[in-house]
């Protein structure tokens, strides 16, 4: 059996949320928008999980709207918040460390006419929100910087940035698809107009998220059709998924204690070996993240050569085709690009156990140390 | 557990060579389905649909290994492939030469980088190919001998490899013929079966290397003499690195009779034309020799020598010159024999080794 350290690419489903689900891919099996006694009970389910999201996560029913995942929500949210204040400014605020889905709305709105400012972050991959509220200005409809980051798990000072958007009346978006896995987010908290959320990072099924959209924002729908999701987003919902999304919302956030611990036997173990740094905030970071660069290598024969010895990580960034483009995070803070190449990022999951820390690590030290061996690096020309 | 890659393309060779060598593994041996990603993406609309190497191969060689279950990886090699093999193709072309890239590709990448980063990443200790060649243990030596399908042998691709690599590598395919592979393929269902033949070179877009040499080394190219055998210039031509050895369209040249580039003088940018006999030698010297089973211990011996993919062997009398150069006479004249490419040679059906035709002494 694998070890699976990949919690941040996805996460396996839960019992729990499948039993949920199983009765609405079989007998509940109505359109929630239909009239009839099979449409009301599917409606039902899908009510039930709104409110139970909205619950979670201190908001109101009507302020969810659910989307086939967190991209999909990152596009309504910029996008759709965007277009609909275009009238007043075209100037969108966001930070260099963003997932890809928020990078490339952002890089369509340019190519659309709107200016994007990108803002650097520190070594550890942090926003300095005084670059926020600098960056602002009359004409800024939209500032967009994540909870926490996908790669190398560094925690956004996203109360901070709220406050100044809030004082500056514009919206603020945060994606908070790896955050929601430790700790509710709290919009309110946050003082967060929008939201990005996904099911399968916390348990939940793939296919399904949401955007959590404070009442009263004015928002583009990016797809239409009917009227579903108060016209925010056409389709008919997939009601077996949302259920077993607000399943995942209600399990998640258990036991963040003993995961950093874990996290942190995992991180100190595998810089103790040579060449091997940290990337990210050594505390301000996910409790499941441990994220390193790894000096002499290319982080896609590492987390291959640790795949056939029965332990499931990542490069971190995205790797369709063995892409040689090094992760815009890493380059976002200040990393070196040679260094960039070597990239390994292990998420730990609830599952997870010290037997599993000892065997990653030393799996990795030789696999490191073969593969340092092995390199003989091409003369550049 | 041992463990064998096989390079995965992505073509109906080395899917068929992947799927014999996964069935003829025992439980101790395990197959890894690896595709190289030589270059980066080509820009939309040049998408190489008929080459090896595209991302769109890179589905198809995972699909393949979906349906043989193997593990299957994508192992990034852009940085060396673009300095071993595609800067090496450029500066060959700039040094008036008319580069190999497959068998660079396959000394340096293939049968090195896959080799050694193969071993480390998957603890795999030889690497299999679609390549249609063969292999034979005799007299303590590996030997590289000609695929058993005379049209489709590969080995003078293969020529640069030495018994370390032969010793690390398969040939799945080397006793079977083309018409053969295609047949395994579609009896097993492999969405490859049907894959036409790949025939331009991965990296060059519609067969136009020039823009490539001004993508990576900035030459332009600058219009200067086309001459005959007296120097007497009859035409323009638009930089010397646009033309090859042999030759004969794009020349711009009517003399009444075919005209072929005869030699390409990059220091004075001239390129030398002839009639068709005038562009073939009887000898010619070649350098970077190595030799498949060691050195051979005659400094003169007789090989049949082949200078071109396709192109007949041809009895040749061999006469080395120091380690890494030999001197080849043949017994009929070789048509255009092109610096920069290989000369193979052959003893009856093994290849013994090779080395690249030098330029003509001037």
């Not at chain 1, 790669?151 to 955050?179: S, W």
């Not at chain 2, 096989?6 to 060598?21: E, I, N, R, Y």
């Not at chain 2, 799945?172 to 492999?190: C, F, M, S």
């Amino acid at each position: 059996m694998a070890i699976y350290l990949d919690h941040a690419a996805t996460t396996p489903l839960r019992a729990e949320v499948l039993e949920a689900m199983l009765p609405y891919l079989t007998e509940h099996h109505g359109n929630p928008s239909s009239i009839h006694a099979s449409g009301r009970r599917a409606r039902q389910g899908l009510d039930e999980a709104r409110e139970t999201i909205a619950a979670r996560i201190g908001a109101k029913p009507r302020e969810i709207v659910f989307t086939s995942g967190g991209t999909e929500a990152d596009n309504l949210a910029v996008k759709g918040v965007a277009w609909a204040a275009s009238g007043r400014g075209r100037h969108i605020v966001t930070s260099s460390v963003e997932h890809k889905a928020v990078m490339n709305a952002c890089a369509i709105l340019e190519r659309q006419g709107f200016e994007v400012t990108y803002l650097p972050v520190d070594r550890q991959g942090r926003v300095d929100p005084t670059d926020v509220a600098d960056a602002i200005r009359t004409t800024t409809v939209l500032v967009s910087v994540m909870a926490a980051n996908n790669e190398v798990g560094t925690i956004q000072p996203v109360a901070e940035i709220g406050a100044i958007c809030r004082e500056r009346k514009v919206a603020f978006h945060t994606d908070a698809v790896q955050a929601a896995a430790f700790g509710a987010p709290a919009p309110d908290a946050w003082q967060a107009t929008l939201v990005s959320l996904s099911a399968h990072k916390l348990g939940g099924p793939k296919g399904i998220g949401a955007l959590y959209i404070r009442q009263g924002t004015a928002l583009l729908a990016q797809q239409h059709g009917g009227a579903q999701e108060r016209q925010r987003r056409a389709g008919t919902e997939d009601v077996a998924a949302a259920v077993g999304f607000a399943r995942s919302m209600e399990l998640a956030g258990a036991e963040p204690g003993r995961t950093a611990t874990l996290r942190d036997r995992l991180i100190a173990g595998l810089t103790g070996l040579t060449g091997v740094t940290l990337t990210g905030h050594p505390s301000d970071r996910l409790p499941n993240s441990a994220s390193v660069v790894v000096e002499g290598i290319e982080g896609g024969d590492l987390v291959a050569a640790m795949d056939l010895e029965g332990i499931e990580g990542s490069t971190g960034s995205a790797c369709t085709t063995g892409s040689v483009e090094p992760s815009h995070v890493l380059l976002a803070m200040g990393i070196d690009e040679e260094l960039a190449h070597g990239s390994l990022r292990l998420t730990l999951g609830g599952e997870s156990t010290d037997v599993d820390i000892d065997r990653t690590i030393a799996v990795a030290s030789s696999a490191i140390e073969r593969l340092r061996a092995a390199r003989v690096m091409v003369e550049t020309a | 557990m041992s463990r064998i890659v096989a390079a995965m393309s992505g073509g109906v060779d080395s899917s068929v060579a992947a799927a014999l060598l996964a069935r003829e593994t025992d439980a101790h041996e395990e197959v890894i389905g690896v595709w190289m990603r030589t270059h980066g993406d080509m820009p939309e609309g040049l998408e190489l649909s008929r080459s090896c190497c595209s991302p769109e191969a890179a589905d198809d060689a995972r699909r393949v290994a979906q349906l043989l279950e193997l593990p299957f990886f994508i192992l990034n090699v852009e940085r060396e492939f673009g300095a071993r093999v595609i800067d090496a193709f450029v500066d060959g072309y700039l040094e008036g030469a008319t580069p190999n890239p497959c068998q660079a590709c396959n000394q340096y990448i293939k049968f090195d980088e896959l080799l050694r980063r193969g071993l480390a990443a998957y603890g795999a200790d030889a690497v299999a190919t679609g390549h249609y060649a063969r292999l034979e243990h005799r007299d303590g030596r590996w030997r590289l001998m000609r695929a058993a399908d005379a049209a489709k042998d590969q080995t003078y691709f293969l020529w640069v490899l030495d018994q370390a690599q032969l010793a690390r590598t398969r040939f799945p395919l080397g006793e079977l013929t083309k018409p053969e592979v295609r047949a395994i393929a579609a009896r097993l269902n492999l969405p490859t079966a049907q894959k036409p033949e790949s025939q331009e070179i991965c990296f060059v877009p519609l067969g136009d290397y020039r823009a490539l040499l001004d993508e990576r080394r900035g030459y332009a190219g600058e219009p200067g003499p086309i001459v005959d055998g007296e120097g007497i210039r009859v035409g323009t031509h638009t930089g010397y690195a646009h033309y090859t050895v042999g030759q004969r369209h794009g020349l711009g040249v009517a003399l009444g009779e075919a005209v072929y580039v005869r030699e390409v003088v990059p220091r004075t940018n001239t390129v030398v034309i002839g009639r068709r006999d005038e562009v073939a030698e009887r000898s010619f010297r070649v350098d970077g020799a190595r030799f498949t089973a060691g050195q051979p211990e005659a400094e003169r011996f007789t090989a049949s020598v082949r200078i071109r993919h396709r192109a007949p062997d041809v009895p040749a009398e061999v006469t080395m010159v120091g380690a890494d150069r030999f001197v080849v006479e043949t017994a009929e004249p070789v048509w255009a024999p092109a610096p920069g490419q290989a000369a193979v040679l052959y003893a009856g059906d093994e290849c013994i080794g090779g080395g690249r035709i030098a330029p003509a002494a001037s």
